[in-house]
């Protein structure tokens, strides 16, 4: 799915303002105003103009019912739906106010929120609204919905599942679609149960459920919005109907913050830093302040992944023949990594590191575990030193380097494992101000020779040489005068 698809899916059109009016709050009749200033272009735009024209559309529909005197309505549920409303007999096990035999539903079968959706919806009223003149009206599984359906079924046969038992059947599901492998493990524990675990587990899925989960999740964070993305998918898994609850607690895509990117002066100096603090450690043994600096070093010269440190093929990095210093990875060292992605050996940016940082003298930490446990203990270790910044930023500072030195983007998104989309996207997000105007500066000015003490120069060579230049022709109308006058004394 493209960016711009996904973000229209999950875009939440009913909490949308203009001029600090929501859109709820906005006459459907002048849905044609709606942001009038904003090109029709623009794809949110067109979906919230949708929504008013839609919006409009069933307030007129339901004008007609009135008139008619038919008591079941329309109601637009999400901006996508139509529903029907209205005053219907008590479903199975269900009691009106007073104990009245009847009670207000809202029936969604479905209509889309369209002109056709419209007229479907419109039609279906009216058939509901006589049969219940008529007193004809039953409950029947179109009108329960799939989740009704599904308990009634179940309710004598067999027990309703848990959410944990649910889960389990999701990640049965999820296997369907992924390989089995290190990178797919971690797609599932960190995208998909990382977020479903936060639901309660022994209990069916219900609609306190998941409003009690997105309860403890803060408003306008990164954990809500993907906590409610993730909960719609799986509610869809599970045919259950928790979009309006889970839309009522949506929540936009917050926006990165901005990183601070080491500097080349400040990551030689974190060289240093870490081996410093490590060789102050009580426990030096344990510490290994050389292999933590060779693993520093190599993360900052390649622009590696962490957990790429450990793909490495050692034997050829240090062969004599590689005279240029690159190094090659072996994705199987790593069960299946985006290692894989690399097609070429990648280059030190700046070959002098190699010597500095001391990169060919192999000392790799030896921490046992895991592969995630030894990458997790990269980024602790970066934390508990207190750097300035996290083993990643190496990586953004490889990349603005490539940058800064006009190494081409498809080059670049070779040596560092990308796509030249997700190197474009993800990279130019991190160039400050500054680095963009110490690039220019670099690229530019310095390229033309036209920095400002080259152009003090070259002003001080063109005044030298327009002095000369009258003096010269003051010299030569000298010499013409002179040559007038010859002649004229001459002729006489």
């Keep these: 799915m493209s960016n711009n698809n996904y973000q229209a899916s999950t875009y939440n059109l009913r909490k949308a303002e203009w001029e600090g009016i929501p859109i709820d709050k906005w006459e459907p009749i002048l849905w044609k105003q709606w942001k009038v200033k904003v090109s029709a272009k623009d794809e949110f735009v067109k979906l919230e103009r949708e929504y008013l024209r839609i919006k409009y559309s069933v ?18 549920t999400n901006g996508k739906t139509i529903a029907l409303q209205g005053t219907f007999p008590c479903k199975s096990g269900d009691i009106g106010k007073n104990n009245s035999s009847n009670k207000q539903y809202t029936i969604s079968l479905g209509f889309a929120a369209n002109d056709v959706g419209l007229k479907a919806a419109v039609a279906k009223a009216r058939q509901l609204d006589l049969l219940l003149m008529t007193l004809q009206f039953q409950w029947t599984p179109e009108l329960l919905g799939k989740q009704a359906q599904k308990l009634i079924l179940n ?65 306008l964070s990164n954990s809500r919005f993907y906590l409610a993305w993730q909960l719609r998918k799986f509610c869809q898994f599970c045919e259950f109907d928790g979009g309006k609850t889970i839309d009522s607690y949506a929540t936009p895509l917050p926006q990165p913050s901005l990183r601070k990117i080491p500097t080349d002066e400040e990551v030689v100096k974190g060289f240093s830093t870490i081996g410093e603090a490590l060789s ?18 190599m993360l900052a010269t390649y622009g590696l992944r962490p957990h790429e440190l450990f793909a490495i093929d050692l034997q050829a990095f240090t062969d004599a023949n590689n005279k240029f210093h690159l190094v090659y990875l072996t994705p199987s060292l790593t069960e299946g990594t985006k290692t894989g992605e690399r097609n070429c050996g990648i280059p030190p940016l700046y070959p002098h590191w190699i010597e500095l940082f001391d990169l060919k003298n192999v000392k790799l930490p030896s921490s046992g575990g895991s592969l995630s446990n030894k990458t997790a203990l990269i980024h602790i270790k970066f934390r508990n030193i207190g750097i300035g910044f996290k083993p990643y930023d190496l990586r953004h500072a490889f990349a603005i380097r490539g940058h800064r030195l006009q190494v081409p983007i498809k080059t670049m998104a070779d040596y560092m494992g990308h796509t030249v989309q997700e190197h474009t996207k993800t990279y130019q997000r991190w160039m400050s101000e500054d680095t963009n105007l110490q690039i220019y500066q670099e690229v530019v000015i310095h390229r033309n020779g036209t920095s400002k003490e080259a152009l003090k120069e070259r002003i001080k060579e063109l005044e030298a040489e327009n002095l000369s230049l009258k003096a010269e022709n003051e010299s030569l109308k000298g010499i013409l005068i002179n040559h007038r006058l010859g002649e004229l004394l001459n002729g006489e």
């Excluded at 102050?280 to 070093?297: C, D, I, N, R």
Aim: no cysteine; proline share 5%; glycine share 2%.
């Design 59 to 76: 307030t007129q529909a339901n004008l007609a019912l009135s008139l008619d005197r038919v008591k079941v309505k329309l109601k637009l």
């Design 155 to 219: 309710r004598d046969e067999t027990p309703v599942k848990t959410i944990g038992e649910l889960i389990e059947d999701y990640q049965q599901e999820f296997w369907k679609t992924h390989e089995k492998n290190r990178q797919g493990i971690k797609t599932w524990e960190s995208h998909y149960l990382r977020h479903l675990k936060k639901l309660p587990q022994d209990i069916p899925l219900t609609q306190d459920a998941l409003e009690s989960t997105l309860k403890n999740t803060k408003p």
């Design 280 to 297: 102050s450690h009580a426990s030096k043994e344990v510490t290994q302040p050389k292999q933590w600096q060779w693993l520093y070093g």
